[in-house]
Antibody, heavy 116, light 108 residues
């Protein structure tokens, strides 16, 4: 079945970087865009940006443009989202989602905790 | 940038009742790119409705979506116990894509 499986939880110190992976299975990664969304504890969904796996082109919202990098390794059907210069308010669950007729499926989420 | 506002923030209903959730956009956009998601505690969001009115595979027909322009609605005809959750609308046609703030459907 089509699924996205993300890497495990991370604990980072302020100022560090985190790299979250999202591995696709059950379909060809390069056929659909992958989007990244985060959710702070008890809050709603915040869109971050997307990557076109076929070309490697990326787009991120202005809030994250200077801190986020999205990449892919098509040989292992995996995309990555790296967020740098972490702050305490980056503590959140980070999700990847396949973009197609609405976004589905979603990864299970990766909790990133930023704490000194 | 399109902003989505959902109402009400919380809906308190009993199983078997009808739920009507609203999503209003700050500017008009194609209904082809309006989706609804359900999120249960500790889980990722899951797609219910796309293109404003099309049910995702496996979604029961008690869920229906409607609307166009700036006004969209998700209706749950008869609430089942598993439907109590948070629901988000989303526009995915014009970047930056955006979500509403969510409506929590809770048991009365």
């Amino acid at each position: 079945q089509v699924q996205l499986v993300q890497s495990g939880a991370e604990v980072k110190k302020p100022g560090a970087s985190v790299k979250v992976s999202c591995k696709a299975s059950g379909y060809t990664l390069t056929d659909y865009d992958i989007h990244w969304v985060r959710q702070a504890p008890g809050q709603g969904l915040e869109y971050m940006g997307w990557i076109v796996p076929r070309s490697g082109d990326t787009y991120s919202i202005q809030k994250f443009q200077d801190r986020v990098a999205m990449t892919r390794d098509t040989s292992i059907s995996t995309v990555y989202m790296e967020l740098s210069r972490l702050r305490s308010d980056d503590t959140a669950v980070y999700y990847c989602a396949r973009g197609y007729n609405g976004w589905s499926p979603w990864g299970q989420g990766t909790l990133v905790t930023v704490s000194s | 940038e399109i902003e989505l506002t959902q109402s009400p923030g919380t809906l308190s209903l009993s199983p078997g009742e009808r739920a009507t959730l609203s999503c209003r956009a700050s500017q008009s956009f194609s209904s082809n790119y309006l989706a609804w998601y359900q999120q249960k505690p500790g889980q990722a969001p899951s797609l219910l409705i796309y293109a404003a009115s099309l049910r995702a595979p496996g979604i029961p027909d008690r869920f229906s979506g409607s609307g166009s322009g700036t006004e969209f609605t998700l209706t749950i005809s008869r609430l089942e116990p598993e439907d109590f959750a948070v629901y988000y609308c989303q526009q995915y046609g014009i970047s930056p894509f955006a979500f509403g703030q969510g409506t929590k459907v809770e048991i009365k």
